[in-house]
């Protein structure tokens, strides 16, 4: 003759029940919490990602490669700049025949190379970086191009002026000097400003 449930085991039986009923709502629960954790894991590690030593040295050759071209472009600069700056010298602009004529000499080869140096940086250079508004850019660039004209001046000013120093020679040496110093303001500002990422996003928003 089969035994009866003691009150003891009705007893232990209900939570029993009770914790088997309330298993897949709790399940249910906690679908979305692990959800919610998960997506915020992989958020945290995509940061990661792009804080990682990889991403940073990808910008440094993303850099370094920049550098590159605009020392390309910088060299056929160059080359235009010392020709038209040496066939002055030579002829209508010799410092023997007019006075200061090494400096007007350097500021009309100058402002020949800058045209020289928009079209290669622009197209070239800085080629992903361009903005949309391509007249503000041109007034930007050409304005760094002349303040890199004023330092790549202060050479040749000492060379000649404060030292007496007039020779081709001279002249020459004192004309690379300001060549690099040029160079190193433009490549920074032109980087930095005139193609700046950050504002080729917002003139492209702006459009």
């Given at each position: 003759?089969p035994?009866?449930?003691?009150?003891?085991d009705?007893?232990?039986?209900?939570?029993?029940?009770?914790?088997?009923?309330?298993?897949?709502?709790?399940?249910?629960?906690?679908a979305?919490?692990?959800?919610?954790?998960?997506?915020?894991?992989?958020?945290?590690?995509?940061?990661?990602?792009?804080?990682?030593?990889?991403?940073?040295?990808?910008?440094?050759?993303?850099?370094?490669?920049?550098?590159?071209?605009f020392?390309?472009v910088?060299?056929?600069?160059?080359?235009?700049?010392?020709?038209?700056?040496?066939?002055?010298l030579?002829?209508?602009?010799?410092?023997?025949?007019?006075?200061?004529?090494?400096?007007?000499?350097k500021?009309?080869?100058?402002?020949?190379?800058?045209?020289?140096?928009?079209i290669?940086n622009?197209?070239w250079t800085?080629?992903?970086?361009?903005?949309?508004?391509?007249?503000?850019?041109?007034?930007?660039?050409?304005?760094?191009?002349?303040?890199g004209?004023?330092?790549?001046?202060?050479?040749?000013?000492?060379t000649g002026?404060?030292?007496?120093l007039?020779?081709?020679?001279?002249?020459?040496?004192?004309?690379?000097?300001?060549?690099?110093l040029g160079?190193?303001?433009?490549?920074?500002?032109?980087?930095?400003?005139v193609?700046?990422?950050?504002?080729?996003?917002?003139?492209?928003?702006?459009?």
């Open positions: 003759m035994s009866s449930l003691r009150p003891q009705a007893e232990h039986d209900i939570p029993q029940r009770n914790a088997a009923d309330a298993t897949p709502h709790t399940l249910g629960d906690e979305p919490v692990s959800d919610f954790v998960s997506l915020v894991a992989a958020e945290e590690a995509q940061a990661d990602e792009q804080h990682s030593p990889i991403s940073r040295m990808d910008r440094l050759k993303a850099l370094a490669a920049q550098l590159v071209r020392g390309l910088g060299g056929i600069g160059f080359i235009v700049e010392t020709a038209v700056f040496n066939a002055l030579f002829t209508v602009l010799a410092p023997t025949v007019v006075p200061g004529g090494e400096l007007w000499a500021v009309i080869a100058t402002l020949i190379a800058i045209v020289t140096n928009w290669g622009r197209l800085f080629r992903h970086d361009r903005r949309s508004d391509r007249g503000r850019e041109g007034l930007e660039f050409f304005g760094v191009s002349l303040i004209l004023v330092v790549g001046l202060i050479p040749i000013w000492v002026q404060l030292l007496g007039t020779g081709p020679i001279a002249l020459n040496l004192a004309n690379i000097v300001g060549l690099g160079s190193i303001f433009r490549f920074v500002c032109y980087r930095w400003w193609f700046s990422p950050h504002r080729h996003r917002q003139s492209d928003v702006a459009n």
